[in-house]
């Protein structure tokens, strides 16, 4: 299976197969906009963005760091902009969205970041990713990110 480009979601679906009702293909269509929208973010390297879809509360869990609340992520996230990330993307894959009653995703995706000047990402660069998103006042919003290097384990 190969990464789409930043703002393409394909993959397994779990959960809202050829049975789901439309208003659950709705919900994963809403769902994956706003992952795509990050994703999107990091192309531009704007990390006001990328957190744009970001709880106030959120959290994101990296290798090695805890961040709590999207003002600590944006600040992160602006940080690793203007220094290692400077010009780096992210191509992803969904490898499934589920939903956990009414108003809950869990989305899980293969990433991997290409830095500037290169063309694909190198395999230290690549990881899992989990989502947690919630529906609040009929939009979808990041709760917790979490994140882990593909061949840890």
Known sequence: ???NDISTSTGTTAGTGSGATLEERGAEAAVLAVIDGVFAAWADNDADAAVASYAPDATALLPGTYLEGREAVRT?????????LKGAHVIHDVLSVRFSGTGTALVVNRAGLVLAGE???RG???ALDSWVLS???G????RAFHNVPENAG
Do not use: S, V
Request: no cysteine; glycine share 4%; aromatic share 8%.
């Open 119 to 121: 063309t694909e990402p």
């Open 135 to 137: 529906e609040k006042d």
């Open 1 to 3: 299976m190969t990464m």
């Open 139 to 142: 939009a979808w919003q990041i």
């Open 76 to 84: 992160a996230m602006a940080a690793a902009f203007a220094g290692p």
């Open 124 to 126: 230290e660069n690549r």
